[in-house]
């Protein structure tokens, strides 16, 4: 088989057949295809799509490139959040945890770096000192079976292929694309055991999947092929038109989920996360009332137990758990710098996705693959869609070691600011779920 020919093929529109998707998957994971050959079918992929039978067999060949984790059964359901992609989103770092305080649930999570415009879980956590998220198999469903929740990335063993496709994409700008973003979750989800998967589909521009009837048809491919491998699968459509929560920037995030697993936190930051858990629960035992799944989820967020149990996690993963303490010892990027309004009116539109290549440039991400990221840079977003805004409001901080960056993003994000005078509803926050 040529790659060449194959890439040509997708490029025409015409169907690959499972050989052919393999030779080339296969054959790039064992470095006998070049990245320019598997970046260039990406493209053609983004451009031209994939057929539900090409999806099914992408999916396969991901799934089947490392091991599939099995966990006995036992009394535990064993569930997992996963979310599309989108700017400011820390859930899963509050959401595992709380789950896992209710002991009636494990989750055993595997999640990804930051990819296109938006940060990942694994950097993020990567972000308190001494975390890591490195684990063989073993390790992880040993965590798993003890203490309810352990938080890794894709490793030699499991979907080897998802590990090197996502990064290859996060800097071809080729992330946005409807199949390759369910079968680049769904492989992890279905390699990691579970039984049930909560899927977060955002919606907006902060999104990868910008358009509401793209995200629905997402939401329903990831149910689709999720339920294929006997997944139960509910997928949450939600707003990213306005990053979530107040933070965007990997130690910045952090910092917010340890304030709403204190209690605290950004409204939002709160309601998607109860949202998720909720539904997590409910996978559990049907049967449950919803009032009740809230006020468990609230008392073990009020009592200190769910932050208790992110503590036990990052312990068990080298941490220094002083930080999740103390977050205020933790050092302070050398450049903040405040962006506050000019004048009064409301906040209409938020540019989401440019906020993040935004933090991006401050330090926040990866321009390429080899790039370090800096866990202190980042924007703070201090306004919403909807809100009065008075001359001399605070409305953005940005942090970052890099002093250039700081005034050059500072310029932009001013720029292309706009307060009118007309007001605007705010957005609802859980727009569907399936
Ligand atoms: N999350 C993933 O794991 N993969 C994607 O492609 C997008 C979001």
Redesign the pocket.
Known sequence: MLAYSIIEKKQAGKELSKDEIKFFVIGFLEKKIPAYQMSALLMAIYFKGLTEKETASFLDIVINSGKRIKFKKTDKYIVDK????GVGDKISIILAPLLAATGKVKIPMIS?RA?GHTGGTLDKLESIPGFSTNMNIEQFKKQTNEIGCALIGQTDDICPADREL?AL?DVTAT?RSIP??CT??LS?KIAEGIEGLVMDVKTGNGA?IQEYNDSLKLAKKLKYFGENYGLKVKAVITDMSQPLGNKIGNWLEIEESLDVLKGNGPVDVKEVTLELAQESLLMENPTRNVNEIKKELNDLINSGAAFEKLKEIAKKQGADISFLDNPQKYKKAKYIQDITAKNTGYLHKVNSMQLGLDAIDLGAGRRTREDKIDPVSGIEIHKRIGDKIDRNDLIFRIHSNDKDAVKNIARKIESRLELLEETIAKKKLIVEKI
Do not use: A
């Not at 996963?82 to 992609?85: F, L």
């Open positions: 996963h979310s599309t992609g990804g990819l996502y994409r992330v390759m973003i680049s979750i992890k990868f």
